[in-house]
């Protein structure tokens, strides 16, 4: 297990937000892809921000209370955002997955979005090397 590194647990085939995108778009694409949160790109697939579940359901609550007009990804994302390297070590990012951090981390390469890592597939990744249980290699859903 120690050889194992975040590339080989990241899911690669969800696309990023890209800036600008409005929050409907946003909320629609997180529960597509059952994930708790997306990176947030610009047209080079440089992460700008993170936005989650959390933020959405905020915003809407606000902006449906005050009748605002429709957010945009851009109002609700956190512009800080803890990424990885496709080399960081499974073991070394289980260690960081404790509370009060990240379920998922963006996976950047020389300044690129690559994937990402959710914690259930990095428990599916655990528990099928340590444990030997026979689960599916890319979860869908995160929790």
């Known amino acids: 297990m120690r050889s194992l590194k975040a590339s ?3 899911w690669n085939h969800i696309e990023p937000i890209r800036c600008g995108t409005p929050l409907a778009q946003v909320v629609k694409t997180l529960l597509a892809n059952h994930v708790t949160g997306l990176p947030v790109v610009d047209e080079h697939r440089h992460v700008l921000g993170f936005v989650s579940e959390q933020d959405c359901i905020h915003a809407l609550l606000v902006s449906s209370y005050h009748g605002e007009g429709d957010p945009t990804v851009d109002d609700v994302m956190k512009s800080e955002v803890v990424t990885i390297s496709p ?4 073991v070394d990012l289980a260690q960081d ?10 996976v950047v390469d020389h300044g690129r979005l690559v994937g990402i890592v959710t914690r259930s597939a990095l428990l599916a990744e655990v528990a099928r090397t340590s444990r030997g249980l026979d ?7 995160e929790s």
């Open 8 to 10: 080989d647990v990241m």
């Open 87 to 90: 080399e960081m070590s499974v």
């Open 97 to 106: 997955m404790g509370p009060g951090r990240p379920k998922v981390f963006p």
């Open 135 to 141: 689960v599916p290699r890319h979860v869908s859903l």
